[in-house]
Every structure is written in C-alpha cells, then in structure tokens.
C-alpha cells in the first residue's frame, strides 16, 4: 500500500485549501477570512497575504523560497497571518 499522508499527517485523499485545516484569525475589518490569497512580493523571498473578507489589509511573510502556489507557502502565510499584530481599533 502507498503511503499517502503528506506533511500535515492527513490521508492525502484530496488536497484542498490548507486553510481548511486551521483557524484563522480576524482581519482587523472585523470579518473573519475564510480563505487567504497570496500576492508575489518584489523578490522571490517575500509575499503578502490578504483575506478574502475585504481583500485590504495585508501581511508580508517569508515564503522562504517556496513557490507561491504551494500548502507549504500558504502555511506560512496563515502563520504569519495569525501572528500579525491587528491595528488597534478607533485609532488612527
Ligand atoms: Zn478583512
């Protein structure tokens, strides 16, 4: 039998978003994200991840050379993603 569990320990049946495997945090617009996209930054070596609740606010991250379109590089997003200090409210 082929082992077919990737790196985040699931049966590899179908690979979807791997945002579906974790719980992200709000978007500083109030709205929590259900997917995140990636923007290429201006090197290989960096990008910006925004929600898909309003698409505005966005957090640079390390895709330590991983190509964008990777679950590794999305990790990585949702990591950074989840960490990122949120603007404070009624603030300017
Ligand atoms: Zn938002």
């Known amino acids: ?3 077919t ?3 985040y320990g699931r049966t ?3 690979t979807k978003t791997s945002t579906n ?3 992200l945090l709000d978007c500083p617009c109030g709205k929590t994200p259900t997917e995140l996209n990636l923007i290429e930054g ?3 070596k960096w990008a910006y991840v925004t929600g898909n609740c309003c ?3 966005n957090v640079e991250f390390r895709t330590e050379y991983n190509k964008i379109d990777t ?3 999305m990790k990585l997003a949702i990591d950074e993603w989840n ?3 949120r603007p404070l409210k009624g603030e300017n």
């Open 42 to 44: 201006s090197t290989c």
């Open 21 to 23: 495997l974790v719980q």
């Open 55 to 57: 698409g505005e606010w």
């Open 12 to 14: 590899n049946e179908k």
């Open 5 to 7: 569990t990737d790196f």
């Open 71 to 73: 679950d590794e590089c």
């Open 1 to 3: 039998m082929i082992d």
């Open 83 to 85: 960490r990122a200090p």
